[in-house]
């Protein structure tokens, strides 16, 4: 499908994705009336159990395909001062789990979604390696084989940025939904990378966190005592270092946006809007049929993406 460069940039409400902010009925239920049990007595004391669910990641079987594509690649930790083999004594010392598939070019690096992993990108590996690049799959804090279950998108940020100081600069990040959000605020705080490719990002850091915080049926004087939580922790701007948008009109280097116009996740308009906002010029692919997920492993997905990023060698060239 063509690029969509006509549809407004409408501001659609986005709710939490499958892989950002998953809460099962009974379970969501019975948090619910513990919820407004506490809050009659501890607003404060109700923020924090919300806030430790709101930064806890949910870990999820991997589907034998991600071990196919990770078979070629070897384990290493990055960040933390510096890179270590699997078996290294300061292998988990303050540094990601990533997968390395190891080429003769420069680093790609790729972000996985909230409650994912990074061998679920890893069908970009063959390819990129065979356009001449080397592939750097990472886990997010809190994922993967982390024993450590709670992360927030700052945290996150500032491990991309570690793995920048170790392995970059990078010939470009390619990030997947909370990935692209984590992604962007690290681009906005000095990574460094010729291109960069969001799949499936949110958008407006208000929108998700008055979606959770309906979700979880919070009171007027819990969510207050919630915001005073996540901006002592993020900062007064939380809600901004909560926006890929936000994130995007701080973000130099090229971009390509993609999303699927039927993502059930988040919306297309989402992609729409921080491909609009991007301050180095975006470019924005709507796909069909392929989901939040199944795009993420699409032939011709693939194919453009990587075509993207190798746009970057031109560029010098230019």
Do not use: N
Not at 173 to 201: D, K, Q
Request: hydrophobic share 45%; with cysteine; charged share 20%.
């Amino acid at each position: 499908m063509p690029d969509d460069k006509s549809r407004a940039s409408a501001r659609a409400p986005q709710t939490p994705s499958p892989d950002t902010r998953r809460i099962g009925s009974r379970q969501a239920s019975w948090l619910a009336g513990l919820l407004r049990l506490l809050a009659c007595f501890s607003p404060r004391a109700a923020a924090w159990l919300v806030e430790r669910r709101w930064r806890r990641v949910q870990h999820f079987a991997a589907p034998p395909r991600e071990a196919h594509w990770v078979a070629a690649a070897q384990r290493r930790w990055i960040g933390g001062g510096g890179s270590a083999a699997a078996g290294s004594a300061d292998a988990a010392r303050g540094a990601l789990h990533c997968w390395v598939w190891e080429g003769r070019g420069p680093s790609v690096l790729l972000v996985h979604g909230w409650a994912g992993r990074g061998a679920q990108l890893g069908a970009f590996a063959a390819p990129l390696l065979a356009a001449g690049y080397r592939v750097i799959a990472v886990d997010l804090p809190g994922h993967g084989d982390a024993v450590r279950r709670h992360t927030d998108v700052a945290e996150c940020a500032d491990a991309l940025l570690a793995v920048d100081l170790a392995e970059g600069p990078l010939a470009a990040v390619v990030g997947h939904s909370f990935g692209v959000a984590a992604a962007a605020l690290a681009c906005r705080s000095g990574l460094r990378a010729a291109r960069f490719v969001g799949i499936a990002p949110p958008a407006f850091g208000e929108q998700m966190l008055a979606a959770f915080e309906a979700q979880m049926s919070l009171s007027p004087a819990v969510q207050k005592a919630l915001r005073r939580r996540l901006a002592r922790r993020l900062g007064a701007d939380f809600i901004a270092r909560l926006s890929t948008a936000e994130s995007a009109r701080h973000c130099r280097m090229p971009a390509l946006i993609v999303h699927d116009e039927g993502d059930r996740a988040v919306g297309w308009q989402a992609g729409r809007a921080v491909a609009d906002a991007w301050d180095g010029g975006a470019e924005f692919h709507l796909c069909r049929g392929l989901g939040h997920f199944r795009v993420l492993r699409d032939a011709a997905v693939i194919e453009r993406c990587v075509s993207f990023i190798e746009g970057a060698r031109s560029d010098r060239c230019g």
